[in-house]
């Protein structure tokens, strides 16, 4: 079935998602904040800026008018920074067709309220819309699926219909979509496992060795999954793609953002001038804040989030906190 689908956000993951959509045939137009990117893409066929050697579809449409991007598609994907999806919903939600499937591809809880991206989305849009509500998540590097590697993700949705055909829209031969009802595991998956990118990052960073990382890995997967539950996800959501799978590759990708800062805070630089030199978004130094308060607020036990946050926020010595993380009272593995 072709699909006529907006896509908010041309980013890397955004534009390569939009080209994806555009490569299958469906009737694709992809909004960028950006001006002189949109100007950009239309002349050359390339995001120079977030997707560099890419040559896109040429089928594929751009603007920077919301309105002209959401109004009369079928579906509305937004990969917009977690931190300012409300916004930007609240911005294009007159425009939306009755009818639309909204998908979310952020990752992140927001820092204001602490709420995944479902739940902003759920205050946000009217009930019938938010029936229609769907998250894809999941191990993808955006330039690896750009070069058409073989990846598989996750569609995620209340509704399994919707989940299905997010499912039949974006499948391709080298891009796999599996169904999952399980929202808010799926949302959380995709955001801690960037908390523990940042922690994987610093031990990196230090010099420490394989069993480290290992360590580090296994236990953030004991993190999110503490969290998940308490806050209503499956447990075995996050022994999938959208946890361990995601949480794998982000800790140990050297595509990784959220790896490449806590590389560099290991090393010893600081977090501003770190993030000074990035053009793309690291979600993982926000999620670290509100992971951590969202945490206390539920009394859940994250020790490495803690850490990460008193290295990100509290200017604590990135050896100190691993010392500590090592030092803690002695316990069982499943407590």
Same mark, same amino acid.
């Given at each position: ?48 800026l ?7 579809d ?17 579906m ?13 919903i ?20 927001? #820092?204001?309220?602490?709420? @995944? ?33 073989? @990846? ?8 399994? !219909? ?5 499912? !039949? ?36 960073g ?34 999938? #793609? ?8 982000t ?26 030199e ?8 926000? @999620? ?23 290295? #990100? ?11 500590? #993380? ?10």
């Open positions: 079935m072709r699909e006529k689908i907006g896509v908010i956000g041309a980013g890397s993951w955004g534009t390569t998602l939009a080209n994806l959509l555009a490569k299958k045939g469906h009737e694709v137009i992809l909004w960028a904040y950006e001006p002189e990117l949109v100007e950009e893409m239309e002349s050359t066929g390339v995001n120079g977030f997707l560099p050697g890419i040559t896109l040429p089928r594929l449409r751009y603007t920077n008018d919301l309105a002209e991007a959401v109004m009369g598609k079928g509305v994907l937004c990969v917009a920074p977690s931190q300012v999806v409300r916004r930007v609240a911005q294009l939600l007159p425009s939306l067709a009755a009818d639309a499937v909204i998908i979310s591809a952020s990752k992140g809880i927001e #820092l204001d309220t602490l709420l @995944t991206v479902s739940q902003v989305y759920e205050e946000l849009l009217p009930p019938e819309l938010y029936g229609n509500f769907a998250v894809i998540s999941g191990p993808s590097f955006a330039r690896e699926v750009a070069m058409e590697m073989p @990846t598989a993700v996750v569609a995620a949705a209340a509704d399994e !219909q919707v989940a299905r055909r997010v499912q !039949q829209a974006f499948s391709t031969p080298y891009f796999r979509l599996y169904t999952n009802r399980d929202v808010v595991g799926v949302e959380l998956g995709g955001a801690i496992k960037n908390v523990i990118a940042i922690a994987a990052g610093i031990s990196d230090l010099g420490f060795g394989c069993n480290t990382r290992a360590a580090l890995i296994t236990r953030g997967l004991a993190e999110m999954s503490r969290l998940g539950r308490a806050m209503g996800a499956e447990s075995a959501t996050f022994a999938g #793609l959208a946890g361990m799978g995601d949480l794998v590759l800790c140990t990708g050297d595509l990784s953002r959220n790896r490449t800062v806590g590389m560099q805070l290991g090393k010893g630089r600081r977090l501003a001038d770190i993030l000074g990035m053009r793309m978004v690291a979600e993982g130094v926000k @999620t670290t804040e509100s992971a951590y308060a969202l945490a206390r607020r539920l009394g859940i036990d994250m020790p490495i989030t803690a850490k990460v946050y008193e290295v #990100l926020h509290e200017d604590k010595p990135a050896r100190s906190a691993v010392i500590e #993380l090592m030092s803690r009272d002695l316990k069982a593995e499943s407590s």
